[in-house]
């Protein structure tokens, strides 16, 4: 079955503008994850939703940094007002739910700040 | 504070030889840790996984040791394949509502021909 897709697989943008990253997940796979790796760094939790549940968004590095799950499917990651310290592969995963461990990922997508 | 640390970024290893990877943690609470294998340009691949409860789970060439009084757990690979050249990610989940997993910096295994 078709696994984890996001897009776009990369985006260049400038200081100061808008981004929005979007993540397919698993068709039944209820909770749903971000992270994000900088060059050199582990993954970084960022957020996660379960069903519908209030996500927790104990990741977020800052008030510019949003996301929504519509539906209890799509997800999309807000960046607002880039700065080039937000750089970095942001991943998204999905997971069957609870009482689950194992997250599946999608490829990525590459964010580069100019 | 690095609660997950993978000390050495990389491993070298002849093929057909057995590779060990190292992973140690911080956190006693967590209980299920995993191994993701990622690709350049790819998301992170679920590879293997231990719960807290046992000490060694295997899968094939893949076999994951848990010693949870030293906080350590290892990846053997036995034998090394050059396929099997990639980043290497330790992974920790606690009992926490949300599972989120807290990972490792990796480790770059080279499997040399």
């Known amino acids: 079955g078709a696994g984890v897709s996001q897009s776009p697989s990369n985006k260049v943008t400038e200081k100061g503008k808008d981004v929005e990253l979007r993540c397919d997940p698993i068709s039944g796979h209820t909770a749903l994850y971000w992270y994000r790796q900088s060059l050199g760094q582990g993954l970084e939790f960022l957020i996660y939703f379960q069903g519908n549940s209030a996500p927790d968004k104990s990741g977020l590095p800052s008030d510019r940094f949003s996301a929504e799950r519509t539906g209890g499917s799509v997800s999309t990651l807000t960046i607002q007002r880039t700065q080039q310290e937000d750089s970095a592969v942001y991943l998204c995963a999905s997971m069957m739910g609870r009482g689950s461990y194992e997250q599946y990922f999608g490829p990525g997508t590459r964010l580069t700040v100019t | 504070d690095q609660q997950v640390k993978q000390n050495s970024p990389s491993l070298s290893v002849q093929e057909g030889r057995i590779s060990i990877l190292n992973c140690d943690y911080t956190?006693?609470?967590?209980?299920?840790f995993l191994w993701y294998k990622k690709y350049p340009a790819e998301g992170p691949t679920f590879l293997i996984s231990?719960?807290?409860?046992?000490d060694k789970n295997e899968d094939g060439r893949f076999t994951v040791f848990l010693n949870k009084s030293a906080k350590h757990l290892s990846l053997h690979i036995v034998p090394s394949q050059p396929g099997d050249s990639a980043v290497y990610f330790c992974a920790a989940s606690g009992t926490g509502a949300n599972s989120k997993l807290t990972f490792g910096k990796g480790i770059t295994l080279s499997v040399r021909p």
């Open positions: 231990i719960s807290s409860i046992k």
């Open positions: 956190n006693s609470m967590f209980d299920y």
